[in-house]
């Protein structure tokens, strides 16, 4: 079935120091979702990528969607603490509709 | 518009009960589905739906039953309770497949003793 892996699970920076989180899926995806979940709370939304190749930004937060659609990546440029949290990519199957969850990446960032 | 809500907030059951959880959404989102979330497991998908009146299984449906009756409400319930379904639960809507956004549910607390 579907899987989606996600690394590293977890990450402690410096402040000012970037970030990467990387996403990859057994099978080709529709489009690919990331999240962020403060610890206590329950995941938002951040961004979706839909189309192969596709780069977005958000401020300090990059996203990637591999050519293949299998793989995605969130880079964060200079963290902050307020950056922290955990990070999950979602892979969505159209065909089924289903959304499946990798395991997180939690980000500590030490001031 | 208050979202995806989930009742109730924290339960504690005994092993063996039942109990259903709810989950209530008035975007008016076809779809919906139920996770589970335990340490350093992510969030598991259990059940989900795409439209009234139909449910799939996810990756671990095991020991969970779900109805979508109304296209506003998605229940999951579980009809005797183990200590491995303790757990946090969320529900979540999706308004499109393509475009759309997921929005979480606070969260549902479940201890099974």
Redo the contacts between chains.
């Keep these: 079935?579907q899987q989606v892996m996600?690394i590293p699970?977890y990450q402690h920076v410096q402040e000012g120091e970037d970030f990467t989180t990387y996403c990859n899926s057994s099978t080709t995806l529709?489009?690919i979702?990331w999240?962020k979940q403060r610890p206590g709370g329950?995941?938002?939304?951040l961004i979706?990528l839909?189309k192969s190749g596709e780069v977005k930004k958000q401020k300090r937060l990059t996203f990637q969607f591999g050519e293949a659609k299998k793989n995605s990546s969130l880079h964060i440029t200079a963290t902050q603490t307020t950056d922290v949290g955990t990070y999950?990519c979602?892979g969505?199957s159209?065909n089924?509709?289903?959304?499946?969850?990798?395991?997180?990446t939690t980000l500590q960032v030490k001031p | 518009n208050a979202g995806v809500t989930q009742t109730p907030k924290f339960r504690v059951l005994k092993t063996g009960q039942s109990m259903t959880l709810l989950c209530a959404q008035d975007m008016n989102h076809e779809?919906m589905?139920w996770?589970r979330q335990d340490p350093?497991?992510?969030?598991?998908?259990i059940h989900?739906s795409?439209g009234e009146g139909t449910t799939?299984k996810?990756?671990v449906p095991d020991g969970y039953n779900v109805s979508r009756l109304k296209k506003q409400n998605f229940l999951l319930g579980l009809e005797s309770a183990a200590p491995s379904q303790t757990s946090v639960y969320?529900c979540?809507s999706?308004s499109a497949?393509?475009?759309?956004?997921?929005?979480?549910?606070?969260?549902t607390r479940l201890l099974v003793l």
């Design positions: 079935g996600q699970q529709s489009n979702q999240y329950h995941p938002v939304f979706q839909v999950f979602a969505l159209s089924t509709g289903k959304l499946i969850f990798g395991q997180g | 779809y589905y996770y350093g497991m992510g969030l598991r998908l989900y795409v799939a996810g990756e969320f979540a999706l497949l393509f475009g759309g956004t997921q929005y979480f549910g606070p969260g």
